[in-house]
C-alpha cells in the first residue's frame, strides 16, 4: 500500500482549498438544498459539513491501512490487498469518471470510491461469513457522502466500484481455513477493544441521517 502517496495528495488538495475557498463555496451553495435526512448542527451548519467532508477525506488512508493490517492478521492479505489496491488506485489515479475534478471538492468523489470499495469488502464478508472483515461501519458517512455528490453521479460511482470488485472476491475467498479463523477472531474481545477507535465519522462530527424521519414524512 501506498498510503503516504495519498496524504501527499491530500495535503496538496488542503493547501488549494486555503486559497481558492472551493470546497467552502461548493458546500455553501449545497446547505439550503440538502436532503431533509440530513440533520446538522442548529450553530455552524456549515462548519460542521466542512469537517465532516475533510474528515471523510482525510480517514482514507487510515482505513485503508488498517484493513492492510487486518487483512494480514487474518491471512487473507492475498485476497484482500488487491481489492485495496483498488481503493488506493481510485485516489492516485481516478477513473476518467472524475476526471477534472480537483482540491478537496474532486477528493470527495475519490474518497467515496474508497470508502464504497471498503464498505463492499465488508458487506460480502457479512454475507458468507455473518461478519465484517473490518468491524467499522462507514455506511451513514457514505450515504452523507452520495447526497452531497449528489444522487446520478453517485450511483455512477457505484457501478464503478461494484465493476471493480465483481470477481475479486469470489466462493474460493470465503472457503479458505483462514478466512474462518479470522471470523472466530472478530468476535473477541480483544478485537472488538481493538477497534474502539473507529467511531461512527458522521455522529463524531455532528452530522447525522434521519432515515426514520425521512420515512415517516
Given at each position: 500500500m501506498n ?165 475479486m472476491l ?48
Amino acid at each position: 500500500m501506498n498510503t503516504s502517496a495519498l496524504r501527499a495528495q491530500i495535503q496538496q488538495a488542503q493547501q488549494h482549498e486555503t486559497g481558492s475557498h472551493q470546497l467552502h463555496r461548493q458546500l455553501q451553495a449545497q446547505l439550503p438544498h440538502l436532503h431533509p435526512s440530513i440533520q446538522l448542527p442548529t450553530q455552524d451548519a456549515l462548519g460542521a459539513l466542512t469537517r465532516f467532508v475533510i474528515a471523510y477525506i482525510e480517514q482514507v488512508p487510515d482505513v485503508l491501512d488498517a484493513a492492510n493490517q487486518v487483512a494480514r492478521e487474518a491471512g487473507v492479505e492475498a485476497q484482500i490487498k488487491p481489492v485495496l489496491k483498488v481503493a488506493e488506485q481510485f485516489f492516485l489515479q481516478p477513473p476518467a469518471l472524475v476526471a477534472g475534478h480537483d482540491g478537496l471538492s474532486g477528493l470527495l468523489d475519490e474518497a467515496y470510491l474508497a470508502h464504497r470499495v471498503v464498505e463492499e469488502v465488508n458487506d460480502r464478508y457479512i454475507t458468507h461469513l455473518g461478519q465484517p472483515l473490518i468491524p467499522l461501519d462507514t455506511t451513514v458517512a457514505n450515504l452523507i457522502a452520495h447526497q452531497l455528490i449528489g444522487e446520478a453521479f453517485a450511483n455512477q460511482l457505484d457501478e464503478a466500484v461494484h465493476h471493480a470488485v465483481d470477481g475479486m472476491l469470489d466462493e474460493n475467498t470465503f472457503s479458505q481455513e483462514s478466512v474462518q479463523v479470522y471470523r472466530e477472531q472478530l468476535s473477541s474481545p480483544e478485537t472488538e477493544a481493538a477497534w474502539k477507535r473507529w467511531p461512527c465519522l458522521s455522529s463524531q462530527l455532528g452530522v447525522e441521517l434521519q432515515l426514520e424521519k425521512q420515512r415517516a414524512s
